[in-house]
């Protein structure tokens, strides 16, 4: 097979299964926030560490295949889990910042926005060495407003962007971005000629929906997220991403719905191979971070 010169960039979010929409975190969630879920659910004032053993395993999996990756790391999870941040940095991975608290935006004003981030940002710097250049939203909400301040603070590059349709009450407004990497306005998520730099999460052709994620492979299927892929690939540089608490069973709470249930569906053992998978049939195009992505654009 003739392999395509563009790149897929490989990305993990590190936050954990109950920062889902509907466990914490949004309007429809069912615990106000996580130490309300911790204290409830688990009897504690701090998670449990589920998100250790997967990390140190995509770790692993990474260093197989030859990997260096972009972790979006949220400021509450390198609070209760330093020693992650310094080992993902010591494999040589590229550390940015997933916000503070598993949030969607409209909870937030500019102000605390800006506080929040802030603080996350200096944390995540503090523990890894690394200068922290690069955002992506908690559950991709994003509003143009944050634009400014997110270069006002320092970052160089988002990588919030989902052109989809509108789904589950999100992205609708991104639908018509674009789906190639790009620079925004200085104001806004539109194309422009501003500072920062997007790498969108590519979606599936014609039918915009998302598709270069680790949920909505296991939703669908590896086929989905591997074909939309390549379909991207064709024309632009790309990304993936998916989460640790994937690479493990889902713990089950009472009174799911069908999309509650959706959402940990296939957890565990099918996603390790599933990403696996992925990670074969584009091992020779995934070998850069998003910083080094960025200075591809930036040094021409
Ligand atoms: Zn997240």
């Known amino acids: 097979m003739k392999v395509n010169k563009n ?8 936050d954990e299964w109950y920062h889902a929409r509907w466990v914490t975190g949004s309007k429809i969630s069912r615990y106000p926030d996580t130490l ?6 688990y009897n504690l004032d701090r998670p449990r560490g589920d998100i250790e053993k997967p990390t140190i395993e995509i770790l692993e999996m990474l260093e197989e295949f030859n990997i260096k990756a972009t972790f979006f790391i949220l400021g509450e999870i390198a609070g209760y889990y330093p020693h992650l ?11 940015s910042c997933h916000g503070k608290n598993h949030k969607d935006l409209w909870s937030y004003t500019p102000q ?6 802030k603080e996350a940002k200096n944390l995540l710097e503090d523990l890894s060495g690394q200068k922290v ?12 407003w944050i634009v400014p301040i997110l270069i006002e603070l320092g970052f160089e590059y988002d990588s919030s962007v989902c052109p989809s349709r509108k789904l589950m009450g ?21 194309p422009g000629n501003g500072p920062l730099f997007e790498i969108p999460i590519p979606v599936f052709p014609f039918l915009k929906l ?24 064709r024309s632009h ?6 989460h640790p608490y994937e690479m493990v069973e889902a713990p089950q709470l009472d009174n799911l719905t069908v999309m509650q249930k959706l959402h940990s569906r296939r957890s565990g053992d099918w996603m390790k191979t599933a990403v696996e998978k992925l990670l074969h049939t584009f091992k020779d195009q995934s070998k850069l971070t998003c910083l080094q992505l960025m200075n591809l654009y930036t040094n021409n």
């Open 7 to 14: 790149k897929l960039v490989i990305s993990i979010d590190l």
């Open 133 to 144: 250049i690069g955002y992506r939203a908690p559950n991709l909400v994003i509003e143009d």
């Open 85 to 95: 941040v310094k080992e993902i940095t010591k494999n040589g991975h590229e550390i």
């Open 112 to 117: 605390t926005f800006r506080s929040d981030l």
């Open 237 to 242: 540089d790309a990304l993936y991403y998916f």
């Open 210 to 233: 998302p598709a270069a994620t680790g949920i909505m492979t296991r939703v669908i299927g590896v086929w989905w997220s591997r074909f939309a892929l390549k379909y991207n690939l």
């Open 170 to 190: 999100k992205f609708g407004r991104s639908k018509s971005l674009p789906a190639h990497p790009y620079f925004l306005s200085e104001n806004s998520f539109k």
């Open 36 to 41: 309300s879920f911790f204290r409830e659910v």
